[in-house]
């Protein structure tokens, strides 16, 4: 019983997704005629640009041997930040696809479009529910949410049928799959914060806000107003973290360590990276709800 109510569960979120994103068009009826998969060759693969790992990895999931995906922001950069260059935005606008994160990440978008006003862009951020950063700037964080990543991967799935229609039980089949797995992780975090009676954690920038609203945490930003903090600020987040039994501070690899280091030591603290630009966004984001979780009373 209880294993059908989660099938149901999951068809329904599944179904959900699926309508918000419109990935499931109207002729589902075209189901019966299997369509002949062409072979993987590297020279007939969709050229797939995006813009961060993350979202390269939806790519793949969805596209599995179709695709070949470039990711414009290299490792160890800072998306905020980090513009192409002219010559790599060239480069990008050879691709069949691009997928933009959307909410606002991208300000550099409209000159890559100027080197090609014909490709097909998709916003990856189409259908999410935006939140913001702060008052009137929106939070470009959306994959770092399993919701909203699901409607991300169903927005992929309907830009890559768009280009390559050919393939498209392919496609929705991947996505099928890859849904499944993020449900399912979604659920396994749901239950794991469920239990918890502290729900505040500290983060270095503060990226977490979908996720934190996906699972009634809350994050506090060292980093204040997106710079590094000053000795007022520091000072009110010590005496938070200590009336709430704290001793862990989580950072990010593209930001310098030393206003976390300053706290740990202060509290005496541990300090766990997250990686949330990483390629392998399952891993990473199981990683990350387990080690949020622990941090928590
Ligand atoms: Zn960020």
């Known amino acids: 019983m209880i294993g059908n109510i989660n099938n149901i569960k999951i068809l329904v979120f599944l179904l959900a997704v699926a309508i918000i994103s419109g990935c499931i068009s109207q002729d589902e009826s075209s189901s019966g005629t299997p369509s002949a998969a062409p072979s993987g060759n590297a020279s007939d693969r969709i050229k797939v640009a995006t813009t961060i790992a993350p ?45 933009m994160n959307g909410a606002g990440l991208e300000f550099w978008m409209d000159k890559l479009l100027e080197a090609n006003k014909g490709m097909v862009v998709v916003d990856s951020s189409q259908g999410v529910a935006l939140l913001q950063e702060r008052k009137g700037e929106i939070d470009p964080h959306i994959w770092i949410s399993l919701r909203n990543a699901a409607v991300q991967v169903n927005n992929i799935c309907s830009g890559l049928i768009a280009v390559d229609p050919a393939n498209k039980d392919y496609y929705i089949k991947n996505r099928y799959d890859y849904l499944q797995k993020l449900q399912s992780l979604d659920e396994e975090l749901n239950q794991t914060f469920a239990g918890k009676k502290s729900r505040i954690f500290i983060v270095h920038h503060p990226a977490w806000t979908y996720f934190a609203r996906d699972y009634d945490l809350s994050q506090v930003p060292l980093m204040e107003n997106e710079k590094e903090p000053g000795p007022k ?52 984001m199981a990683y990350a709800g387990r080690e949020i979780a622990k941090s928590l009373a």
């Open 55 to 99: 979202l390269g990895d939806f790519v793949k999931a969805v596209g599995g041997e179709k695709v070949e995906v470039t990711v414009v922001v290299p490792p160890g950069a800072e998306p905020h930040t980090f513009e192409p260059t002219p010559s790599l935005m060239m480069d990008v606008a050879k691709a069949d696809l691009y997928v």
């Open 233 to 284: 600020y520091l000072g009110e987040i010590i005496d938070l973290a200590r009336k709430n039994n704290i001793t862990t501070i989580f950072v990010e690899p593209e930001y310098n360590p030393k206003a976390a280091e300053v706290i740990a030591r202060e509290m005496n603290a541990g300090i766990v990276t997250l990686d949330p630009l990483a390629e392998n966004y399952l891993e990473t």
